[in-house]
């Protein structure tokens, strides 16, 4: 073989040695980059999964919040209820009340009337004996 085809073939085969290396150097970056995105990949689903719980949860809790909002306002009907009924229950005692004091005024203007004609009896009784005596 000439000289010329020897400095070839070393260049040949240096050539292929630097593909080679260059082969491997390229697999082991994609390697690396295979494991980081299987390693983000990791990291995004555990963060999935902290969001999906605490989706659940605010769910829970605007739930929770409607269930008492719905609680507080049948609270107010009832007490817009109770409150009818007491002001019913008021102004019926209150009538109860106007009815007895007029019963009263009756009474006691008829007493009146018994005690006035009673001393006018006993006037005329008296009246009648200063006159016979």
């Not at 400095?7 to 085969?13: L, V």
């Not at 929770?64 to 609270?75: F, K, M, P, V």
């Not at 007895?100 to 005024?105: L, N, S, T, V």
């Amino acid at each position: 073989m000439p000289p010329t085809d020897w400095i070839t073939a070393g260049a040949a085969s240096g050539m292929f040695v630097l593909s080679l290396g260059a082969v491997a150097i390229t697999q082991g970056a994609h390697r690396a980059r295979t494991e980081a995105l299987e390693s983000d990949v990791r990291a995004l689903d555990e963060r999935l999964t902290a969001l999906e719980a605490l989706k659940i949860a605010v769910e829970g809790l605007s739930r929770g919040i409607e269930h008492l909002a719905d609680r507080l306002a049948d609270s107010q009907k009832l007490s817009a209820a109770e409150l009818a009924r007491m002001a019913d229950q008021i102004a019926a005692g209150q009538r109860l009340i106007d009815a007895r004091f007029d019963a009263m005024k009756e009474l006691s203007a008829r007493e009146l009337d018994e005690v006035k004609h009673g001393v006018r009896n006993i006037r005329q009784v008296l009246e009648r004996d200063g006159r016979a005596a």
